[in-house]
């Protein structure tokens, strides 16, 4: 039985408190006392499950979006009968599978896609005919069913059932769950928590776990913890009983009708993921809200529920016997938040779950747990960790906006390189009119607007989307050649940028990178920043300014990972680049004046501005950081005098192609914090033998004896038809041995091409490079060709021309 505290009964320490009794919380305490960790309290303010658990639809759905987040969600299934057998309660589980239909081409593509990364996470799959799929569910009208993918493991559990048997579990273990116990504050001291406030007195704790999903945002406010979500109404139906109705019905999913369908005790519950969803409680989530249902709204779900009787005939014979909306907790990229708040010590977060929480609950639960108790995340959890938020994204009118996207995202199609439409505008570059007016259609990465490519004059700087060639293809295809063949002009205002300042900074930043960052004044090191196991934490350049000052540089999207002062960067690459600059730069820059790897202030023009000769890109360039009151006039100025050289302003995209074909790796795909230097082929960035050593030293020496797992391998297809663009698998001789991590239609080779991750058998040089390889694409497999060296440029020699 869970307890209902008084003063007397409330512990006045516990090791760890759980916030929050729906099924993340408990499978949080369920999972810490596995581990051992029994000194565990769970407060609830109401009853478990009274927030969203209790009203969620039971899908147990394994294949997700990456691989990581599919183990998280296989492992939920797996729980399920285990829960059964060491509690004796009941979860309701059956392994019904799952069937999604396709109506369009399009989207039938996006199914073959995902049944091929379904192969790498070990999964059952069949991509299936419209009569197949047509006779797995009976009831269905199968007109312009283009294809199907069935998921035999996938199934549907009771949510109310699950929760309870988890929170028995954590019991049994040893912690103690506590209903009815609000936590008013989280009790904090010198940048950690202390423990919570609750109506019946403070419990002292050294972790809080912010498990209170809906109300999340709130309490980490009272903390000064960004979590940014915001709740949504989430509206399903179910239909009086059916008569003969198969219990062993797939979940069916018709993305394409925004609509899932599964059998509920004799009747069928079908819910919505709709575009243009209602954000529900901008202004603050009642405190009292328990087991709560929001009112119905016909003229909202209407025309979709009306679409669905005409794919499911049934819906108008049977009748609706239950409207029923309730609200989730969305995030504004659709991912959920998981681990330790950056801005407190000992502050967890496991919130914002889009609509997943039920079947991501106990696979997130054991991780944050694992986390919890060994002091870092299991596995690369990167694309759900807290960290990858800034500040500014807890912005309730930011949040209020873009949810009403985001909840229809998960049914829509997800293109590649689709951007999201709301809340945009965020974040500018001081550029940003310049490079609009150049043609530049933007994307958004962390709320900057950058430009992805540049529609040429005439042509609509917009995204038609599709799983070929889209219609940008060919103009960032120009903009590549420019950067090979002649010069190219990128805006990388968005790269975070900090000082690092004071006497101790080179001992700092030695004992954090990898490399050798000393050295004079004006030398630019790429380095590692490594974990304790050594894994990469971090992928930058560091640059030393002075004595005791140093610039490090690294990527938009981990600036809140990472750790800013403003500069606007312009990076000016190509064969021409030392032309173009050597008309507007008052500096020697011939390789024996300004040699790679080196970084001094310049004139250029009229402004002073910091000149790196470095590249992403493979070829000669500077990148330049201009004090953001002079970036108009530096632009300017460049650009004027480029019209000679044939300067091309160049978009995101072509960096990624160009980079693809240097095989420079990527943090976040490429590499994670579960990779290390050695395997990635960056050992060259480790400097063994420097004074003091590093974070990671002692791993790496031992990772380094024991050899290589894996290695990270680029490949370039034979074909020149087929596109790459993440998790497709990787076949060598016949056997599955890895994933692409990132693709990208290399335009100087004429071929798409992939870097990914190859385990297992002879992992030597001359293995590897003698293996016939395939990788499958949408359910098919194409002859790849393997390279342990950059495929364009192998020895370097352009960047150092």
């Not at 496991?350 to 639960?365: H, K, L, R, T």
């Not at 990148?623 to 300017?636: Q, W």
């Not at 650009?639 to 302003?649: C, K, N, P, S, T």
């Not at 091409?753 to 590897?768: C, K, M, P, Q, T």
């Amino acid at each position: 039985m869970t307890e209902r505290a008084t003063a007397r009964e409330l512990p006045t320490r516990a090791g760890v408190v759980v916030i929050g009794g729906g099924i993340v919380g408990c499978s949080v305490a369920y999972h810490l006392v596995r581990r051992g960790h029994t000194d565990v309290a769970l407060l609830e303010r109401q009853r478990l499950t009274s927030g969203t658990t209790w009203h969620a639809a039971g899908l147990a759905t394994q294949l997700r979006a990456t691989y990581n987040m599919s183990m998280l969600a296989k492992y939920s299934a797996e729980l399920f009968p285990r829960l059964e057998r060491e509690t004796g309660m009941g979860t309701g589980f059956r392994q019904v599978g799952s069937l999604g239909i396709a109506l369009s081409e399009a989207r039938f593509e996006e199914f073959r896609r995902a049944a091929s990364m379904a192969r790498v996470c070990g999964f059952e799959v069949d991509v299936i005919s419209p009569a197949k799929a047509a006779a797995m569910w009976p009831l269905m009208n199968p007109d312009g069913i283009v294809g199907a993918i069935h998921l035999p493991a996938d199934g549907v559990a009771n949510p109310t059932d699950v929760t309870m048997a988890l929170a028995k579990g954590a019991r049994n273990g040893g912690a103690r769950i506590f209903e009815q116990v609000a936590v008013t504050d989280v009790l904090t001291a010198d940048g950690r928590v202390t423990g919570v406030a609750t109506p019946f007195g403070d419990i002292a704790a050294d972790v809080v776990v912010n498990c209170t999903g809906m109300w999340a945002r709130a309490l980490g406010q009272k903390s000064g913890v960004t979590i940014p979500l915001h709740a949504a109404e989430h509206f399903y139906v179910i239909t009086e009983p059916i008569p003969g109705l198969d219990p062993g019905l797939p979940v069916l999913r018709v993305m394409d009708e925004f609509a899932y369908v599964r059998e509920d005790a004799g009747k069928l519950m079908v819910g919505f993921f709709e575009p243009g969803a209602k954000p529900w409680a901008t202004d603050g989530i009642p405190e009292d809200f328990a087991f709560g249902r929001l009112p119905e709204d016909w003229d909202h779900l209407g025309p979709y529920v009306e679409r669905m009787a005409g794919r499911l005939p049934v819906l108008r014979d049977a009748g609706i016997k239950l409207f029923f909306n309730g609200p989730e907790s969305f995030t504004p990229d659709d991912r959920y938040i998981l681990g330790e708040a950056p801005e407190l010590s000992g502050y967890f977060v496991a919130a914002g779950f889009n609509s997943v929480g039920f079947q991501s609950g106990g696979g997130a639960g054991r991780a944050l747990a694992d986390w919890i108790v060994d002091g870092h995340a299991p596995m690369d959890l990167s694309e759900v960790d807290i960290r990858r938020f800034l500040p500014w994204q807890g912005n309730r009118r930011y949040l209020h906006d873009r949810t009403t996207e985001v909840l229809g995202l998960l049914y829509d199609m997800h293109w590649p390189f689709r951007q999201v439409e709301t809340a945009r505008g965020v974040r500018r570059s001081p550029l940003h009119d310049r490079v609009a007016a150049a043609g530049a259609c933007f994307g958004e990465v962390a709320g900057w607007e950058r430009a992805n490519w540049y529609a040429p004059p005439g042509v609509e700087p917009r995204y038609e989307f599709s799983y070929g060639r889209q219609n940008w293809f060919p103009h960032s295809a120009e903009e590549h050649r420019a950067v090979r063949e002649g010069v190219g002009l990128l805006d990388q205002t968005s790269f975070g940028k900090f000082l690092v300042q004071g006497r101790d900074a080179e001992v700092a930043l030695q004992r954090l990178c990898a490399n050798d960052v000393g050295g004079p004044a004006g030398r630019v090191v790429y380095t590692q920043w490594l974990n304790a196991r050594g894994g990469i934490e971090a992928d930058l350049t560091v640059t030393r300014l002075s004595e005791t000052e140093f610039l490090v540089v690294t990527a938009a999207a981990t600036q809140g990972r990472d750790l800013a002062t403003l500069w606007a960067t312009l990076n000016v690459q190509g064969p021409r680049s030392r032309e173009l600059l050597s008309r507007v730069v008052e500096a020697d820059l011939s390789n024996a004046g300004f040699p790679f790897g080196t970084s001094r202030e310049v004139d250029l023009g009229y402004a002073r501005v910091r000149a790196t000769r470095i590249t992403y890109l493979g070829e000669l360039g500077w990148e330049l950081m201009i004090p953001s009151e002079f970036s108009l006039h530096v632009y300017d100025t460049i650009v004027a005098a480029g019209e000679e050289f044939g300067l091309r302003h160049v978009g995101y995209h072509a960096l990624n192609s160009v980079r693809m074909e240097k095989a420079y790796r990527h943090w976040g795909h490429d590499i994670t914090d579960e990779d290390n230097p050695l395997d990635a082929g960056l050992g060259f960035c480790v400097a063994w033998d420097k004074p003091g050593g590093f974070v990671g030293r002692d791993a790496l020496l031992r990772l380094r004896e024991a050899g290589a797992a894996r290695r990270l391998v680029t490949f370039v297809l034979d074909d020149p038809d087929p596109l790459l663009y993440h998790n497709e698998p990787i076949w060598r001789d016949g056997r599955l041995v890895g994933k692409i991590t990132s693709g990208m239609f290399g335009h100087t080779l004429g071929r798409a091409i992939g870097l990914g991750w190859v385990a297992g058998g002879d992992l030597s040089n001359g293995a590897l490079l003698a293996s016939t390889y395939e990788l499958e694409i949408a359910n098919a497999r194409f002859a790849a060709t393997p390279h342990l060296r950059p495929p364009y440029d192998p020895t370097g020699a352009r960047i150092r021309a």
